[in-house]
């Protein structure tokens, strides 16, 4: 997924016209039913359902200006992240991460989400 985000990062980045998008993002785990931010050290998150059904997440949203500091805050949420040892995987993810990206052009702002769910590792 990193080659995708970063060819993503250097497209909008590298972008001709003088239209460059602020870019900022945010990155969550669901574990047992509860979320944690994982740009901000796990701390538990609020869920809120609007009238539309549609449920939000109040988490930190952080502003990045490159690649690398996006892949940095990465590296910093995924210490967060909820693992542990399986006879298949040293490491196995035991939560899904939730990652959004916003772009905003003015005043048009696109959200682009990532999901990593947690496997099944039964036989």
């Known amino acids: 997924m990193t080659s995708l985000q970063e060819c993503l ?3 909008i980045l590298n972008n001709t016209d ?3 998008p602020v870019i900022k993002f945010g990155f969550f785990e669901i574990h047992f039913k509860k979320c944690y931010d994982l740009l901000n050290q796990r701390e538990e998150c609020k869920l809120q ?12 949203i952080h502003e990045v200006k490159d690649f690398n500091e996006y892949l940095e805050l990465i590296q910093e949420g995924l210490k967060y992240r909820k693992t ?6 040293d490491i196995s993810s035991r939560s899904h991460a939730i990652m959004n990206v916003y772009l905003t052009f003015g005043n048009d702002t696109r959200c682009i989400t990532m999901i990593d769910l947690a496997g099944n590792e039964r036989n």
């Open 18 to 20: 003088n239209n460059k």
């Open 49 to 60: 359902t609007g009238s539309n059904g549609l449920v939000s997440v109040s988490n930190n």
């Open 9 to 11: 990062f250097n497209s």
């Open 84 to 89: 542990l040892s399986t006879e298949r995987n």
